[in-house]
């Protein structure tokens, strides 16, 4: 039998997931269950390079984010789960990795230049917040992964992790750095050089008003416009009333605007019936449909996809105990093949000793 490739991705235990987790990265690991051999990570050393003074929140967002994952159709029988502070290798290995990185090399990174910028962390950010896509490219590279869904804003992340991936496998295990990164583990290499699987929304926007360049926000579980995976129909339906949408609209027979209109950007990628929504965006423009009957609209469709991922997550939250174990559970058996592949980067690096 052929072993199925790895496929890994994780969210931050900075909050519950949301509807952009959903369409950028939760979605595809999903239907990728059967497929790969998956492993899903919980960053709470990540969540804290922003939330050190937040220690509690960090660590209890661990667990609503392990409610989500089990509420999306995220399969413990299939797919294992982790928490990242419970893994030393990774920090080991982030330690080893580091050393194959430039300093420039590191700062050239447009999403950390983003989320010093959006998150407001000034010049007060630690060597720590500046290390983490290290850390990430320790958590990828310690399952020796093939496969990683994620969003828009990881690629930066996940080009460094290939680097890293590359570096390793060209200085400590002697392959020829002209090769094609998939023959890297043909040629001696310990790591397959791992790809980006996008969601079929790479950055789906928040639900607030605009940057002043007039760009909008991803929505982001740090930046307050968000709608969850676990919000009821009552929260939906405010969200979506208040959401933003064309200022230029005071009246309903005003002409609209589609572009950059989270209020479209959400049926765009949500609503099943694309023939309505090609209708409706075409008697907006012309000022013919009103924004309270495409509000009520996508209220509709949000509850239709959210409300079974809610009622799944109740049935675990009443379960509190399972859930640990299935944590536990995860955990143990992620230590083990990090440690294994911890052994097989000592040894190519000549640094086993006992
Ligand atoms: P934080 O605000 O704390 O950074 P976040 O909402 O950005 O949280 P992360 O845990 O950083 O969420 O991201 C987890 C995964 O979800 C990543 O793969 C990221 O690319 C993806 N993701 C997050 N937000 C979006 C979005 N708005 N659109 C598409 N993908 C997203
Ligand atoms: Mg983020």
Known sequence: MTQKARLLSGDTSTGRLHLGHWVGSVENRVHMQDEYDCYFLIANIQALTTRLDRPKEVHDNVMQVMLDYLAVGIDPKKSTIFVQSELPALAELTVF???????????????IKDEIRDKGLGDNYSVGFLLYPISQAADILAFRTEVVPVGEDQIPHLELTREIARRFNQVFCQVDAHIDDADY??????????????????????????????????MSKSLNNAIFLSDDPDT???????????????????????????????????????????????????GAIGDVECKKRLIDVLVALIEPMRERRLLYENDLAEVQMILREGTAKANAEANQTLVSVKEAMKQRYF
């Open 185 to 218: 583990v043909k040629q001696g290499g310990l790591f397959p050089i791992p790809q980006v699987k996008l969601g079929r929304s790479r950055r789906l926007v928040g639900i607030g008003a605009p940057a002043e360049d007039g760009s909008l926000f991803k």
């Open 97 to 111: 990795f580091s050393l194959l990185v430039s300093y420039p090399r590191l700062m050239r990174n447009p999403t």
């Open 236 to 286: 939906i339906k405010k969200k979506v009333m208040a959401m933003y949408t064309d200022p230029h609209r005071l009246k309903a027979t005003d002409k609209g605007k589609v572009e950059n209109n989270p209020l479209w950007i959400f049926h765009e990628t949500f609503n099943p019936d694309r023939t309505w929504v090609a209708e409706a965006e075409e008697r907006y423009r012309n």
